[in-house]
């Protein structure tokens, strides 16, 4: 009997003092990380940081264990540790901004720098790392995989396209580089096109009108391309990748520091496709054959007090063109064989400079210069655009009150070769706006905004704006946003249907601008587990009505695009999730779709424009396997059918899409910090629109109509030759040509 007390007095003495402790601190970029997860993934144990960031696990038992500390924004760091009888283990971390979260500091919705949890105005962020899940050679492409936004390819031969927010066509979204309304009007089809992705730090998206802190053309959305600071970039980066399709695409970034005075950050990117395929054998070019250079060079200069100023400038150039297969440039604007060329020359500078006083007093300004010259066949289309835009700017708190107040003046001069600009046009646009957003308590919070504009050509047009926050819950957000917004037409600027093809343009009347309302629900939910996991949640509702909408008609007479202001109005609604979710064994996935019904009411009479898909679905998925430095990604689209352009009753062509979905795979390679190697396959169902289609191109045979017959009222007439009573049209497009392709790429970093 004392024996067998003896021995369990000691295996309970072995097994106390078997019991051991495990603390340490958990920091990011070297401050302290209060709240933050940390997992010990053998005893699915876990706990949170205090607020001074300390964590510690008492009665740990000996053995090897993996700790992970994680925290929503920051990369996940794991780390091993053995466990022996010692009283106390030490194990800190420093946790590293993860990009990849959809969750930062935006400035996009409220025009000032605040948190994605805290700003009453909903705004979705896609850092880098999200772009490189499917690397593309242009901003345009890369946006294929955000949920609610939908890259439109306009013309089967040239491949113009602009951007689809919630249904609305490209137009009514503004695209601003570091908030500079910079991309519109002539550039809209061609100003996300090389952007060197190696200066991009994120893109922010407000979905929704923008108006009242931007003007016109954010009616539907905005898309703020924001470009990484000098201070914070690697010294050198290279990415270069080619694919199947002989595609070639180089984008290098370099920085350096001036004598502590200033900071530079250079970017070039160079794209390169020059090998025609017709894999759909109608002897045009299945996608347009481009050479472009773009130069983009930021400052960032030292101050005192920290005050801002950067100053940048971009230049870029473009060749692109399409065609029959035998065209060459020595064929460009005559009638022998058709092609669509395009050289496009632009200039940019922007900057933001904060005022030498107290208070906190903003001055930005941009200017461009955009020239065009073009030929769609025998069309001649010269176009010249310039813009200049300055905007002061006061951002202030009062107590409860987060102020900001600014003015702004926009000149552009813009003049074409077209039947419509009779002289060039000169448009100044003087702008007031007022913002205050209201802490009513800890949980409530108001937003009121307005904006005064004076067009010379279209007078004063008022944006009011309001908004709503209610966060019940840390991680529970409640919003609701409403508003107006306004637009502007240039018909031949946005509308390249209007150029290509052999559809007559018919503009009934002036054109006044387009006014919508709009009403927006959003709920916002982030979950933390306490195995480290994450998972966010976001709901979003909408309904936005437009009266005076401008929308080409393509029905009433098929020979014709028809341009004029909607007797009647149309409505746009639908509801959207995003899903993202983080593991704790390398498991990350960003989920998205959304439901769409948009209507056109004109006349007494109802119908579903155009292009516009009733539901949609993307995915971004990865898997990491950090002991080997590999990742995985699987990328992907899904869009459900859209009403498509035919010509006449007996156009062959289907009236509708299909369902269809581009999907892509990724494998990457890290090695040393320095480098990645990656590759895959690209529309891994070689999925193309020819499917289940006579043919995509109407008349590829005749493009310039010599063996069209016409009736007395300028009808096309069904013969032998022409059954099915066509003239020559490449509008007759919903998603891309190219099909299956293999990419493979490298990246280079020096920090």
């Excluded at 009753?649 to 040393?672: E, F, M």
Aim: hydrophobic share 35%; with cysteine.
């Amino acid at each position: 009997m004392s024996k067998i007390f003896i021995y369990t007095t000691l295996f309970f003495s072995l097994f106390a003092f078997s019991q051991n402790t495990i603390k340490g601190k958990v920091t990011a970029n070297n401050e302290i990380l209060a709240y933050a997860n940390i997992y010990i993934k053998e005893l699915n144990k876990g706990v949170e940081t205090n607020e001074n960031g300390l964590y510690e696990f008492e009665n740990i038992p000996n053995g090897s264990y993996t700790i992970i500390a994680s925290y929503v924004g920051f990369k996940p760091e794991r780390k091993k540790i053995n466990v022996s009888n010692e009283p106390n283990h030490i194990l800190n971390f420093n946790l590293i901004e993860d990009a990849n979260v959809l969750d930062d500091v935006v400035v996009s919705g409220t025009l000032k720098p605040v948190s994605r949890m805290e700003t009453p105005v909903p705004v979705e962020v896609y850092t880098t790392t999200f772009l490189k899940k499917n690397p593309t050679s242009n901003i345009f492409e890369a946006l294929q995989n955000v949920n609610g936004v939908r890259p439109q390819l306009n013309c089967n031969i040239c491949n113009t396209g602009d951007i689809h927010i919630n249904g609305l066509e490209g137009p009514y979204t503004m695209v601003t580089i570091d908030g500079m309304p910079i991309v519109s009007s002539l550039s809209t089809v061609y100003g996300l096109s090389g952007i060197p992705n190696s200066l991009i730090d994120r893109i922010e998206i407000v979905k929704g009108p923008a108006s009242s802190l931007y003007g016109s053309e954010a009616v539907g959305g905005l898309i703020n391309i924001i470009t990484k600071n000098a201070t914070q970039a690697p010294i050198f980066s290279a990415d270069f990748f080619a694919t199947s399709w002989l595609e070639n695409n180089l984008d290098l970034g370099f920085k350096q520091n001036i004598k502590n005075k200033a900071n530079t950050l250079i970017g070039l990117n160079y794209y390169n496709y020059n090998s025609g395929t017709d894999n759909n054998h109608d002897n045009f070019t299945d996608v347009t054959l481009q050479e472009r250079i773009s130069i983009f060079n930021k400052w960032n200069f030292i101050r005192k007090e920290n005050k801002l100023f950067t100053l940048a400038g971009r230049f870029f150039y473009e060749d692109r063109w399409g065609g029959e297969m035998n065209w060459n440039k020595s064929y460009r604007g005559t009638d022998q064989v058709y092609g669509e060329s395009i050289y496009t020359s632009r200039q940019e500078v922007i900057g933001k400079y904060q005022l030498p006083v107290s208070e906190k007093i903003y001055f930005s300004f941009s200017a461009t210069n955009h020239n065009q010259d073009s030929f769609y066949g025998t069309t001649k289309y010269e176009a010249q655009q310039r813009i200049g835009f300055g905007q002061l700017s006061w951002d202030k708190k009062i107590g409860s009150h987060d102020l900001l107040v600014g003015s702004a003046y926009r000149y552009q001069f813009y003049n074409d070769n077209t039947t419509a600009t009779t002289a060039p046009e000169k448009t100044h646009i003087l702008s007031v706006f007022g913002q205050d957003e209201i802490k009513l308590s800890k949980m409530h919070s108001v937003l009121l905004g307005s904006r005064l504009d004076y067009n010379n050509n279209h007078g004063y047009i008022y944006t009011p704006r309001m908004a709503y926050k209610w966060k019940f819950t840390d991680s529970d957000i409640f919003r609701i946003n409403a508003g107006t917004g306004f637009r502007v037409v240039n018909l031949f600027t946005e509308e390249h249907a209007a150029l290509t093809g052999s559809r007559d343009v018919v503009v009934t009347e002036d054109l006044n601008p387009e006014k919508s309302f709009n009403i927006n629900i959003n709920y916002l939910k982030k979950v933390r587990f306490e195995n480290a996991s994450s998972l966010g949640l976001d709901v979003s509702a909408w309904y936005t009505y437009f009266s005076n909408q401008i929308i080409p008609d393509y029905d009433t007479n098929p020979n014709q695009i028809i341009y004029k202001n909607l007797n009647g109005f149309s409505e746009t609604k639908g509801i959207s999730l995003n899903v993202d979710y983080m593991s704790n064994f390398g498991l990350k996935a960003i989920l998205g779709a959304s439901i769409l019904n948009s209507k056109n009411t004109k006349d007494g009479i109802t119908s579903t424009p155009i292009l516009t898909e009733k539901y949609s679905a993307n995915w971004a998925i990865t898997y990491e396997i950090l002991e080997w430095n590999l990742s995985f990604d699987y990328t992907g689209n899904l869009y459900g059918p859209m009403r498509l352009p035919l010509l006449s009753d007996l156009d062959p062509r289907r009236a509708t899409s299909p369902v269809w979905s581009i999907q892509n795979i990724q494998a990457t390679y890290k090695w040393h910090n320095k480098f990645e190697i990656y590759g895959g396959i690209k529309n891994l169902l070689n999925w193309t629109p020819n499917k289940k289609n006579p043919f995509l191109i109407a008349r590829p045979n005749d493009p310039f109509d010599q063996n069209v017959q016409y009736d007395s009222t300028g009808n096309v007439i069904a013969t032998p030759e022409n059954p099915y009573a066509l003239t020559f049209d490449p509008a007759y497009v919903y998603a891309p040509n190219q099909g299956i392709r293999g990419f493979l790429g490298l990246r280079y970093y020096l920090k």
